[in-house]
């Protein structure tokens, strides 16, 4: 799949973008310690040069924290086209001001920032409006562009689907576009708080208000990693009155009912999800959000489709919350999709009135000031309930594993370097991955 998408955009080449994705190396020849794709379940940790000044105005930072994504397990699984060998991953980072292009002038070398998963513009139509994951001008995937007729934002470490630029699970990371693309973190703010500014906490912030969680409301939850923990979270601070959780992983629905006091439905358990939901709350759901994964079946008739690639995405959990709404209803999907399902439930979305919203990736600057200074700062958004493990970046090879298998009850990850702090008051000391009981 790789090599035929790799090939496809070849063939049609770049589209031009503002923004260059390949970096100028340092020119001492320093190395760094990246993490590196070259194959579906093949992540290496590699010695890669160190990034330099590429444009006037780029940052160069010292990455001080970094993690891992469920987005990033779509990449090891290979579920997401046009990787190539070496592409350096990792979205969600902060990090200290080494140093600035000449164009920079908002920054200054010690500087602790974080950066967005996307590179915008900063001055297109979506740019103007912060809507940072839309941009129009730093994505050169001209097969993105005939798949949906438009393109995202670049984002880092996540494929030429997206235009190529390397990730920050690593020691050092470019940022173009530097003034718009990161935010400054003030003192008071650990980085085991401001990190996850980078992506989960605007995401999941971003599905709960673009779905249009209202007080009162019911909410599922379709998937309880990382993400779905935090838009049930979320889901609680805009007023909910119950949120529901669905998972498999019994360790994840414990974490969800003891962290966050929701109720769960495990799905081994309760094979029909809708069947249970309308037990539990026989009217319907209110909202229904999906923070699952686009590509693992659990039935024989998607197992069998997806293996014969007659689809490369599975409608369930998209099916079991248009039938587990109210009329009217709203279902919104935060999860990552890539290409086509079979057998979507366009009858029941049709026939009750649902409002079936595609959150896209989260814009990233829309929210991120907003979650710092209102819930950060207040404490009203704490963080710690969600990360739960702090490693050295030596050991992202074997916590990929752990993480995708759902082990050790991991939800979110911190990821030190050479460059970090200590850990903070409230949050996990560091530990080894091979210490762990799995
Ligand atoms: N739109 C965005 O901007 C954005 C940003 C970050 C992550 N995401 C996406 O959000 C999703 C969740 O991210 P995460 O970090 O929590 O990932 P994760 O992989 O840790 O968690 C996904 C959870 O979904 C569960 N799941 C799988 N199939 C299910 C099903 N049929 N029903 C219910 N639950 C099911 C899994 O068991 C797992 O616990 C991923 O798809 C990720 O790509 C989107
Ligand atoms: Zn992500
Ligand atoms: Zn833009």
Redesign the pocket.
Same mark, same amino acid.
């Given at each position: 799949m790789q090599a035929a998408a790799n090939a496809i955009q070849d063939h049609m080449g770049p589209i031009e973008t503002e923004v260059k994705p390949e970096y100028n190396h340092d020119p001492t020849g320093k190395t760094m310690k990246a993490l590196a794709w070259f194959g579906t379940n093949d992540l290496r940790l590699i010695d890669a040069p160190v990034p330099d000044i590429t444009q006037d105005d780029d940052v160069i930072l010292k990455v001080t924290g970094t993690t891992v994504?469920? !987005?990033d $397990? #779509?990449l090891k699984n290979g579920e997401i086209v046009t990787l190539q060998k070496g592409d350096i991953l990792g979205h969600e980072f902060m990090g200290k001001v080494w140093k600035v292009g000449p164009k920079v002038t908002k920054f200054k070398e010690g500087d602790r920032v974080v950066a967005a %998963?996307q590179i915008p513009c900063g001055h297109c139509e979506y740019c103007q409006k912060k809507l940072s !994951?839309f941009c129009d001008n730093t994505n050169n995937s001209s097969l993105q562009n005939a798949m949906y007729g438009q393109r995202d934002a670049g984002f880092f470490g996540y494929s030429h689907f997206t235009g190529g630029f390397p990730g920050g699970q690593a020691e050092y990371v470019r940022v173009p576009r530097a003034e718009v693309a990161l935010l400054p973190i003030p003192d008071d703010v650990p980085d085991e708080q401001a990190l996850y500014l980078s &992506?989960?906490l605007p995401?999941s912030y #971003? *599905?709960v208000y673009d779905t249009g969680v209202e007080p009162g409301d019911v909410v599922g939850v379709? @998937?309880?990693?990382?993400?779905?923990?935090c838009v049930a979270k979320w889901a609680l601070l805009k007023g909910a009155k119950r949120v529901i959780g669905? &998972? =498999?992983?019994a360790d994840?629905l414990a974490f969800a009912e003891s962290r966050l006091g929701i109720e769960t439905v495990n %799905?081994t358990e309760y094979k029909d999800?809708p069947k249970r939901i309308y037990e539990l709350v026989p009217r319907g759901l209110d909202v229904a959000i &999906?923070? @699952?994964? %686009?590509h /693992?079946p =659990?039935t024989l008739l998607h197992k069998v489709q997806k293996t014969l690639m007659l689809e490369t995405d599975?409608p369930?959990?998209v099916n /079991?919350m248009i039938v587990s709404v109210r009329k009217m209803g709203r279902c919104g999907v935060? +999860? +990552?999709?890539s290409g086509y399902a079979n057998g979507f439930a366009i009858g029941a979305l049709m026939e009750k009135g649902i409002r079936f919203i595609g959150?896209?990736? *989260?814009p990233v600057l829309r929210y991120w000031e907003t979650i710092l200074n209102d819930y950060i700062r207040t404490g009203k958004f704490d963080t710690s309930f969600v990360v739960t493990h702090r490693i050295p970046l030596d050991d992202i090879v074997p916590f990929y594993d752990i %993480? $995708?298998n759902?082990q050790a009850d991991v /939800? =979110?990850v911190f990821i030190e370097t050479q460059f970090s702090s200590p850990p903070s008051k409230g949050f996990p000391a560091t530990t080894r991955v091979k210490d762990w009981v799995l």
């Amino acid at each position: 799949m790789q090599a035929a998408a790799n090939a496809i955009q070849d063939h049609m080449g770049p589209i031009e973008t503002e923004v260059k994705p390949e970096y100028n190396h340092d020119p001492t020849g320093k190395t760094m310690k990246a993490l590196a794709w070259f194959g579906t379940n093949d992540l290496r940790l590699i010695d890669a040069p160190v990034p330099d000044i590429t444009q006037d105005d780029d940052v160069i930072l010292k990455v001080t924290g970094t993690t891992v994504c469920g !987005s990033d $397990n #779509h990449l090891k699984n290979g579920e997401i086209v046009t990787l190539q060998k070496g592409d350096i991953l990792g979205h969600e980072f902060m990090g200290k001001v080494w140093k600035v292009g000449p164009k920079v002038t908002k920054f200054k070398e010690g500087d602790r920032v974080v950066a967005a %998963f996307q590179i915008p513009c900063g001055h297109c139509e979506y740019c103007q409006k912060k809507l940072s !994951s839309f941009c129009d001008n730093t994505n050169n995937s001209s097969l993105q562009n005939a798949m949906y007729g438009q393109r995202d934002a670049g984002f880092f470490g996540y494929s030429h689907f997206t235009g190529g630029f390397p990730g920050g699970q690593a020691e050092y990371v470019r940022v173009p576009r530097a003034e718009v693309a990161l935010l400054p973190i003030p003192d008071d703010v650990p980085d085991e708080q401001a990190l996850y500014l980078s &992506d989960i906490l605007p995401t999941s912030y #971003h *599905a709960v208000y673009d779905t249009g969680v209202e007080p009162g409301d019911v909410v599922g939850v379709w @998937g309880m990693g990382p993400i779905g923990l935090c838009v049930a979270k979320w889901a609680l601070l805009k007023g909910a009155k119950r949120v529901i959780g669905i &998972d =498999k992983v019994a360790d994840r629905l414990a974490f969800a009912e003891s962290r966050l006091g929701i109720e769960t439905v495990n %799905f081994t358990e309760y094979k029909d999800v809708p069947k249970r939901i309308y037990e539990l709350v026989p009217r319907g759901l209110d909202v229904a959000i &999906d923070c @699952g994964t %686009f590509h /693992e079946p =659990k039935t024989l008739l998607h197992k069998v489709q997806k293996t014969l690639m007659l689809e490369t995405d599975v409608p369930e959990i998209v099916n /079991e919350m248009i039938v587990s709404v109210r009329k009217m209803g709203r279902c919104g999907v935060i +999860a +990552a999709y890539s290409g086509y399902a079979n057998g979507f439930a366009i009858g029941a979305l049709m026939e009750k009135g649902i409002r079936f919203i595609g959150n896209g990736q *989260a814009p990233v600057l829309r929210y991120w000031e907003t979650i710092l200074n209102d819930y950060i700062r207040t404490g009203k958004f704490d963080t710690s309930f969600v990360v739960t493990h702090r490693i050295p970046l030596d050991d992202i090879v074997p916590f990929y594993d752990i %993480f $995708n298998n759902r082990q050790a009850d991991v /939800e =979110k990850v911190f990821i030190e370097t050479q460059f970090s702090s200590p850990p903070s008051k409230g949050f996990p000391a560091t530990t080894r991955v091979k210490d762990w009981v799995l």
